[in-house]
Nanobody, 127 residues
Framework: QVQLIEAGGDSVQAGGALRLSCVVSGDTSSSYYMAWFRQAPGKERDGIAAIRTNGKTTYARAVRDRFTISRDDAMNTLYLQMSDLKPEDTAKYYC?????????????????????WGQGTQVTVSS
C-alpha cells in the first residue's frame, strides 16, 4: 500500500478552475492504477477520472471535456485539472491507488477495488 495526500481544494465561482494534486508516498517502486473520486454530502462516492500505468484515461460523463487527469511518476504525483466548474461539482475529492488488476480495466470506478485512499480535499463551487 501507499499513502496519499490530496491538496488544492478551494472555494471558487462557477466557471472557474482548480488543479488538485495527490502526492504518493510509501512503496512507490511499484506502478499503480490511480483515480479521482468525489463525494457530495448525502451522496455516494463516485469515480470521475482514472488513469492507467500506461497513461490511458477514463472519465465519467459528468466531467468529460472539463476535467483532465494526469500523472507525474517521477514526482509521485497525480493531478486533476478542473475547468468550467459548476455548483454540482461541489464535493470532497479523493484520490485512490491500486496495483493494476483486471477488474479495474473494465470497472475503473469500482471504489471497492482500491486499497489506498487519501483523506480528501474540499471543492466548493458557488453560482
Amino acid at each position: 500500500q501507499v499513502q496519499l495526500i490530496e491538496a488544492g481544494g478551494d472555494s471558487v465561482q462557477a466557471g472557474g478552475a482548480l488543479r488538485l494534486s495527490c502526492v504518493v508516498s510509501g512503496d512507490t517502486s511499484s506502478s499503480y492504477y490511480m483515480a479521482w473520486f468525489r463525494q457530495a454530502p448525502g451522496k455516494e462516492r463516485d469515480g470521475i477520472a482514472a488513469i492507467r500505468t500506461n497513461g490511458k484515461t477514463t472519465y465519467a460523463r459528468a466531467v468529460r471535456d472539463r476535467f483532465t487527469i494526469s500523472r507525474d511518476d517521477a514526482m509521485n504525483t497525480l493531478y486533476l485539472q478542473m475547468s468550467d466548474l459548476k455548483p454540482e461539482d461541489t464535493a470532497k475529492y479523493y484520490c485512490a491507488a491500486q496495483p493494476p488488476e483486471q477488474r479495474l480495466e473494465h470497472f475503473p470506478f469500482m471504489a471497492g477495488a482500491y486499497n489506498s485512499w487519501g483523506q480528501g480535499t474540499q471543492v466548493t463551487v458557488s453560482s
